[in-house]
């Protein structure tokens, strides 16, 4: 499907309400099935296999993507539906290109913990000039004594602290964690973001170097960024279809009961949804 086309099947897709869906804008048939599904944001996306899940990031951190078989894609559904419930008691840290090209322009920003904390514009810099001042901390895994359970089958492991910054807390602030999923795979979790990915050496979990940073090899990884675990839970529920009409049992339909279809076959499977809240 040629760029044009795309765009307008996933502009369809948001509706006037600009809500997201995960939209199908491909299947291959014969030996080697497979199908090729949208967010309609159009950042990312992922092709269905009989067996297992790739998903890709397209615009933002663009990375080699990751596999994932598909009782993996569940427990990082359940990942991202813990990220969802804890994010907002990490502070942030980070520098954005503030609209421009990189080269050409930079904001440094904090955010201290909680769902009210709003962003802080500390410094900035504009073709060569700078005002204010530039992030000079940096970040440290701290590997935990004794492991937590945050989900099932998802252990937080270690802690992402933020010291030697010339804002916030003096000892530092806890800005993410890892949590280990098994068979190799992890989760760095950020305020405004996960990183799922999968480790070199399965049996070298955490390997840290004299200064207590992480130091190890990434295989494959995808960035799971804010409103996207809404992309995670459709893209299993799709899944979950996928395997019913293969097997007979049941129709690929959407969650609603519903079928809608585009001029070129596609298919709209879900809509993003506000993450439920834990009493």
């Known amino acids: 499907m040629d760029e044009e086309r795309l765009e307008a099947l996933l502009d369809r897709a948001r509706g006037s309400g600009h809500r997201e869906r995960l939209v199908e804008v491909g299947r291959r048939r014969g030996a080697h099935p497979s199908s090729t599904w949208w967010w309609s944001s159009g950042r990312i996306r992922a092709v269905i296999r009989k067996r ?15 596999e994932l078989v ?5 427990v990082v559904a359940r990942a991202c539906r813990a990220w969802e419930c804890v994010r907002h008691r990490w502070a942030l840290f980070d520098q954005s290109a503030a609209g421009l090209p990189g080269s050409v322009a930079r904001d440094f920003v904090y955010q201290p913990p909680g769902k009210n904390g709003r962003q802080v514009v500390i410094g900035s810099w504009r073709m060569g000039h700078r005002t204010g001042s530039e992030l000079v901390g940096k970040d440290v895994l701290v590997p935990l004594r004794r492991l937590r359970p945050v989900a099932a089958r998802v252990t937080r492991v270690a802690e ?3 010291r030697r910054e010339r804002v916030g807390p003096r ?3 806890l800005v993410g964690a890892r949590w280990d999923l098994g068979d190799g795979l992890v989760i760095d979790a950020r305020r405004e973001e996960l990183r799922v990915a999968r480790l070199h050496d399965r049996g070298r979990l955490l390997e840290f170097d004299d200064e207590d940073t992480l130091s190890w090899e990434r295989r494959d990884e995808v960035v799971i960024e804010e409103g996207e675990p809404a992309f995670i839970r459709a893209l299993v529920r799709a899944v979950a279809r996928e395997a019913r009409a293969v097997s007979g049992t049941a129709p690929a339909i959407s969650p609603t009961g519903r079928q809608r279809r585009t001029a070129s076959s596609s298919r709209i499977a879900g809509t993003a949804r506000s993450p439920r809240r834990r009493g």
């Open 171 to 173: 000892a530092g602030a």
């Open 70 to 74: 598909v009782d993996e894609l569940r």
């Open 160 to 162: 992402l602290w933020h």
């Open 52 to 66: 297992s899940v790739k998903i890709v990031r397209e615009l933002g951190q663009q990375r080699p993507g990751i």
